[in-house]
Protein backbone atom coordinates (compact mmCIF):
# COMPACT_ATOMS: atom_id res chain seq x y z
CA UNK A 1 0.00 0.00 0.00
CA UNK A 2 1.02 3.69 -0.02
CA UNK A 3 3.24 4.65 2.61
CA UNK A 4 5.88 7.45 3.71
CA UNK A 5 9.54 6.95 5.27
CA UNK A 6 11.26 10.29 6.57
CA UNK A 7 14.41 10.00 8.07
CA UNK A 8 14.48 9.68 12.15
CA UNK A 9 15.24 12.78 14.32
CA UNK A 10 16.28 13.72 16.28
CA UNK A 11 18.23 15.84 14.35
CA UNK A 12 20.33 18.74 15.55
CA UNK A 13 21.89 21.71 14.09
CA UNK A 14 23.44 25.08 15.19
CA UNK A 15 21.56 28.66 13.96
CA UNK A 16 22.32 29.30 10.18
CA UNK A 17 23.60 25.36 9.00
CA UNK A 18 21.81 24.00 6.16
CA UNK A 19 19.14 21.66 6.69
CA UNK A 20 17.90 18.12 5.15
CA UNK A 21 15.40 15.79 6.09
CA UNK A 22 14.97 13.12 3.72
CA UNK A 23 11.48 11.49 2.34
CA UNK A 24 10.57 8.99 0.02
CA UNK A 25 7.09 7.62 -0.83
CA UNK A 26 5.40 4.34 -2.02
CA UNK A 27 2.48 5.11 -4.24
CA UNK A 28 1.07 3.74 -7.84
CA UNK A 29 0.26 6.95 -9.71
CA UNK A 30 0.45 10.20 -9.23
CA UNK A 31 -0.01 10.94 -5.35
CA UNK A 32 0.34 14.71 -4.09
CA UNK A 33 3.26 15.78 -1.21
CA UNK A 34 3.16 17.75 1.53
CA UNK A 35 5.65 18.74 4.25
CA UNK A 36 3.64 19.87 7.80
CA UNK A 37 5.60 21.45 10.65
CA UNK A 38 4.13 20.75 14.21
CA UNK A 39 5.18 23.51 17.03
CA UNK A 40 5.38 21.90 20.48
CA UNK A 41 1.34 21.77 22.16
CA UNK A 42 -0.11 22.69 18.73
CA UNK A 43 -1.60 20.92 15.42
CA UNK A 44 0.10 20.67 12.13
CA UNK A 45 0.16 23.47 10.02
CA UNK A 46 0.99 22.64 6.21
CA UNK A 47 4.13 24.03 5.34
CA UNK A 48 4.98 22.63 1.85
CA UNK A 49 3.32 21.20 -1.30
CA UNK A 50 3.68 19.82 -4.52
CA UNK A 51 0.67 18.12 -6.62
CA UNK A 52 2.52 16.83 -9.51
CA UNK A 53 6.48 15.62 -10.80
CA UNK A 54 9.17 18.23 -11.02
CA UNK A 55 7.00 20.92 -9.31
CA UNK A 56 8.92 22.56 -6.32
CA UNK A 57 7.21 24.01 -3.25
CA UNK A 58 8.52 26.63 -1.35
CA UNK A 59 7.74 28.80 2.21
CA UNK A 60 9.74 30.51 4.56
CA UNK A 61 13.12 29.61 3.16
CA UNK A 62 12.23 26.02 2.93
CA UNK A 63 11.82 24.13 -0.28
CA UNK A 64 11.23 20.58 -1.57
CA UNK A 65 10.82 18.98 -4.84
CA UNK A 66 8.81 16.14 -6.14
CA UNK A 67 10.95 13.46 -7.71
CA UNK A 68 9.07 10.97 -9.34
CA UNK A 69 11.87 9.43 -10.87
CA UNK A 70 13.51 8.79 -7.17
CA UNK A 71 9.79 8.78 -5.76
CA UNK A 72 11.38 11.10 -3.03
CA UNK A 73 10.14 14.77 -1.85
CA UNK A 74 13.31 16.41 0.57
CA UNK A 75 12.79 19.25 2.38
CA UNK A 76 15.49 21.08 2.16
CA UNK A 77 16.64 25.24 4.19
CA UNK A 78 19.63 27.28 3.87
CA UNK A 79 19.95 28.69 6.83
CA UNK A 80 18.20 27.45 9.68
CA UNK A 81 17.08 29.44 12.77
CA UNK A 82 16.30 28.79 16.54
CA UNK A 83 12.40 29.02 15.68
CA UNK A 84 12.40 26.57 13.08
CA UNK A 85 12.64 23.83 15.95
CA UNK A 86 9.85 21.58 15.76
CA UNK A 87 8.48 18.12 14.40
CA UNK A 88 8.38 18.21 10.52
CA UNK A 89 6.28 15.23 9.01
CA UNK A 90 6.09 14.22 5.00
CA UNK A 91 2.95 13.27 3.81
CA UNK A 92 1.14 12.15 0.62
CA UNK A 93 -2.30 11.99 -0.15
CA UNK A 94 -3.16 9.41 -2.88
CA UNK A 95 -7.23 7.86 -3.82
CA UNK A 96 -9.37 10.18 -0.78
CA UNK A 97 -6.31 8.74 1.27
CA UNK A 98 -3.52 10.92 3.44
CA UNK A 99 -0.43 9.13 4.94
CA UNK A 100 2.06 10.51 7.08
CA UNK A 101 5.64 9.55 8.19
CA UNK A 102 6.68 9.32 10.98
CA UNK A 103 8.12 13.03 11.42
CA UNK A 104 11.76 14.24 12.04
CA UNK A 105 12.24 16.26 15.22
CA UNK A 106 14.52 19.18 14.57
CA UNK A 107 16.54 20.75 17.61
CA UNK A 108 18.53 24.19 16.39
CA UNK A 109 21.15 25.50 18.55
CA UNK A 110 22.39 29.40 18.93
CA UNK B 1 -13.20 32.43 17.26
CA UNK B 2 -12.76 31.56 13.45
CA UNK B 3 -11.19 28.47 12.55
CA UNK B 4 -10.94 24.90 14.34
CA UNK B 5 -11.18 23.70 17.73
CA UNK B 6 -11.67 20.57 19.41
CA UNK B 7 -12.82 19.90 22.92
CA UNK B 8 -11.84 18.68 25.81
CA UNK B 9 -8.35 19.24 25.30
CA UNK B 10 -6.78 16.73 27.97
CA UNK B 11 -9.17 13.90 28.88
CA UNK B 12 -7.93 10.56 31.40
CA UNK B 13 -10.49 8.04 31.34
CA UNK B 14 -11.37 3.96 32.36
CA UNK B 15 -11.24 1.25 30.11
CA UNK B 16 -14.69 -0.06 29.38
CA UNK B 17 -16.35 3.92 29.24
CA UNK B 18 -17.84 5.74 26.21
CA UNK B 19 -15.69 9.03 25.32
CA UNK B 20 -16.60 11.74 23.04
CA UNK B 21 -14.17 13.96 21.20
CA UNK B 22 -15.59 17.33 19.68
CA UNK B 23 -14.72 18.78 16.86
CA UNK B 24 -16.04 22.30 15.31
CA UNK B 25 -15.15 24.30 12.57
CA UNK B 26 -15.90 28.00 11.51
CA UNK B 27 -14.94 27.51 7.79
CA UNK B 28 -18.10 25.41 6.39
CA UNK B 29 -15.17 23.31 4.87
CA UNK B 30 -16.95 20.15 3.06
CA UNK B 31 -14.17 17.85 4.44
CA UNK B 32 -13.02 16.98 8.06
CA UNK B 33 -10.73 14.55 9.20
CA UNK B 34 -10.08 12.66 12.65
CA UNK B 35 -6.09 11.39 13.06
CA UNK B 36 -4.80 9.57 15.73
CA UNK B 37 -0.72 10.33 16.39
CA UNK B 38 1.38 7.87 18.37
CA UNK B 39 5.58 8.18 18.83
CA UNK B 40 6.51 5.57 16.05
CA UNK B 41 3.57 5.94 13.91
CA UNK B 42 3.01 9.66 12.54
CA UNK B 43 -0.52 10.41 12.07
CA UNK B 44 -2.61 7.59 11.52
CA UNK B 45 -6.55 8.60 9.58
CA UNK B 46 -9.41 7.11 11.83
CA UNK B 47 -12.21 8.47 9.81
CA UNK B 48 -13.44 11.31 7.20
CA UNK B 49 -16.27 13.04 5.82
CA UNK B 50 -16.51 14.96 2.62
CA UNK B 51 -19.74 15.98 3.98
CA UNK B 52 -22.87 15.94 6.19
CA UNK B 53 -24.32 12.60 6.90
CA UNK B 54 -21.05 11.20 4.48
CA UNK B 55 -18.38 9.50 6.40
CA UNK B 56 -15.55 6.87 5.30
CA UNK B 57 -12.89 4.81 6.90
CA UNK B 58 -9.34 5.66 7.14
CA UNK B 59 -6.74 3.50 8.37
CA UNK B 60 -7.37 2.62 11.68
CA UNK B 61 -11.30 2.75 12.00
CA UNK B 62 -11.85 0.21 14.49
CA UNK B 63 -13.03 0.93 17.69
CA UNK B 64 -14.47 4.38 16.75
CA UNK B 65 -17.62 5.43 15.18
CA UNK B 66 -18.14 8.84 13.74
CA UNK B 67 -20.99 10.84 13.15
CA UNK B 68 -21.68 14.66 11.01
CA UNK B 69 -25.25 15.86 10.98
CA UNK B 70 -23.67 19.58 10.85
CA UNK B 71 -20.96 20.16 8.53
CA UNK B 72 -19.30 22.37 10.97
CA UNK B 73 -19.28 19.27 13.86
CA UNK B 74 -17.73 16.58 13.57
CA UNK B 75 -17.63 14.17 16.76
CA UNK B 76 -15.43 11.11 17.44
CA UNK B 77 -16.82 8.50 20.00
CA UNK B 78 -15.13 5.58 21.69
CA UNK B 79 -17.65 3.41 22.16
CA UNK B 80 -15.63 1.04 24.71
CA UNK B 81 -12.17 2.72 25.20
CA UNK B 82 -9.19 0.73 25.77
CA UNK B 83 -5.49 1.22 26.84
CA UNK B 84 -4.38 0.77 23.35
CA UNK B 85 -6.65 4.21 22.14
CA UNK B 86 -4.22 6.53 24.39
CA UNK B 87 -3.02 8.64 22.01
CA UNK B 88 -3.21 12.70 20.91
CA UNK B 89 -6.36 12.53 18.32
CA UNK B 90 -6.21 15.64 16.10
CA UNK B 91 -9.02 17.22 14.02
CA UNK B 92 -8.83 18.64 10.76
CA UNK B 93 -10.59 20.41 7.86
CA UNK B 94 -10.44 21.12 4.34
CA UNK B 95 -12.01 23.23 1.95
CA UNK B 96 -11.97 20.41 -0.98
CA UNK B 97 -11.05 17.64 -1.45
CA UNK B 98 -8.42 15.11 0.15
CA UNK B 99 -6.11 14.91 -2.66
CA UNK B 100 -4.71 18.52 -3.10
CA UNK B 101 -6.17 20.62 -0.82
CA UNK B 102 -4.55 21.73 2.54
CA UNK B 103 -5.73 20.53 5.80
CA UNK B 104 -6.17 22.93 8.78
CA UNK B 105 -5.50 21.27 11.98
CA UNK B 106 -7.22 21.52 15.16
CA UNK B 107 -4.97 21.57 18.45
CA UNK B 108 -5.67 18.21 19.44
CA UNK B 109 -6.72 16.07 22.33
CA UNK B 110 -4.46 14.20 24.52
CA UNK B 111 -6.48 11.20 25.64
CA UNK B 112 -5.37 8.59 28.56
CA UNK B 113 -7.48 5.31 28.63
CA UNK B 114 -6.17 3.75 32.07
Known amino acids: GDSVTQMEGPVTLSEEAFLTINCTYT??????LFWYVQYPGEGLQLLLK?????DKGSNKGFEATYRKETTSFHLEKGSVQVSDSAVYFC?????????FGSGTKLNVKP | DAGITQSPRYKITETGRQVTLMCHQT?????MFWYRQDLGHGLRLIYY???????DKGEVPDGYVVSRSKTENFPLTLESATRSQTSVYFC?????????????FGPGTRLTVL
Open chain 2, 92 to 104: ASSEGGIRTDTQY
Open chain 1, 27 to 32: ATGYPS
Open chain 1, 50 to 54: ATKAD
Open chain 1, 91 to 99: ALSHFNKFY
Open chain 2, 27 to 31: WSHSY
Open chain 2, 49 to 55: SAAADIT
